[in-house]
């Protein structure tokens, strides 16, 4: 009777350790919400319009490569169908995100999109944060196999492919690169941003992460802000590097900056690639160590960041590359994804 209440309280305070977050920096910003994160830096000018600029929504729909209709009509709300050369630029900013990406010393992975129950839980969306999540169903044969989901975001796939190990001190740092589409159900984002892509159910995002010792985990963190920094600079696309308070930083971050980049429509930057150093939470959770050259065996630390997220970035790249005709200019950057065109003009009526 006794070993009963025991494996009861035992799976309570296992159920209650795992959605405490994680211990912010020293160096992070003491606030209570986004409105008391702390500005780093700016680089670039936000474009003067000699004419009031179109939403990328409008952009795209009067482009025909945008279609939000469709998009409802096969799968509800928060979803898009890219036609023709949107659907190509989408390919082409992935492209060039990878390319760059592994230019720097990152390894292209291509994970699976679906993930058990216990690799969630191993990077901290499980169990807290079940219901922006979406499961995938079990039936049949599989009913009895643990429980699926949908990846929310390649850190998942990426920073589990080291746990239950022990690493040599040789085989560090690690760093890893995916592009995956991402699913998430936005649960805590009722009513905000629902016309356009900046808060979608799926979408596509570039993902680099780095698993490294701890003493050489913040100098990793800059060298991982910088590198998503680059693609924004390359697309020329204005932007600024926020360090997010106490009361804005997510659940398994001890410091993360954010990269918000400048929406001519909206008038204002926003979020476009966020970095972060968990130092050894994930590791804890996952059981992901390293034997140092003195024998001893220690957590490593993990850091993600996007490089970038895609939609967003097409968001960005319609919206300050639009012109008064309604054409848009391609950035150089993907013109070579792109077989070197450099406008997407209306079609002629």
Known sequence: ??????????????????????????????GKDDSENVEQRRWGEPRHFEWEPKAHWDIGTDLNILDFD?????????FTVYRGLGARLERAVINFFMDTHAADGYTEVLP??????????????LPKFEEDLFAAKKGGAYSDLEQMYLVPTAEVTLTNSVSGQILKAADLPIFLTAHTPCF???????????????????????EMVKIVRPEESYDQLESLTHDA???????????????????DIGFGSCKTYDLEVWIPAQNC????????????????????????ENGRTRYV????????????????????????????TIPEALRPYMNGKEKIVPAAK
């Open 301 to 328: 630390h993990t850091l993600n960041g996007s490089g970038l997220a895609v939609g967003r970035t097409l968001v960005a790249v319609l919206e300050n590359y639009q012109n008064a005709d309604g054409s848009v």
């Open 184 to 206: 998430r159900s936005e649960a805590g984002a009722y009513g905000r941003d629902t016309r356009g892509m900046i808060r979608q159910h799926q979408f596509d995002k570039v």
């Open 1 to 30: 009777a006794l070993d009963a209440q025991i494996k009861q309280i035992e799976e309570y305070i296992n159920d209650f350790v795992l959605r405490l977050p994680n211990y912010p920096s020293a160096m992070t910003p003491v």
């Open 112 to 125: 699976p999109y679906m993930v058990t129950r216990s690799t969630m839980t191993g990077t901290g969306q």
């Open 269 to 292: 930057y926003r979020e476009i690639s966020s970095c972060s150093n968990c130092e050894d939470f994930q590791a804890r959770r996952m059981s992901a160590r390293f034997k140092d």
């Open 70 to 78: 469709a998009a409802a009509k096969i799968s509800g709300a928060r």
């Open 229 to 247: 920094e680059v693609i924004l600079q390359k697309l020329n696309l204005p932007y600024r590097v926020m360090a997010l308070s106490t009361g």
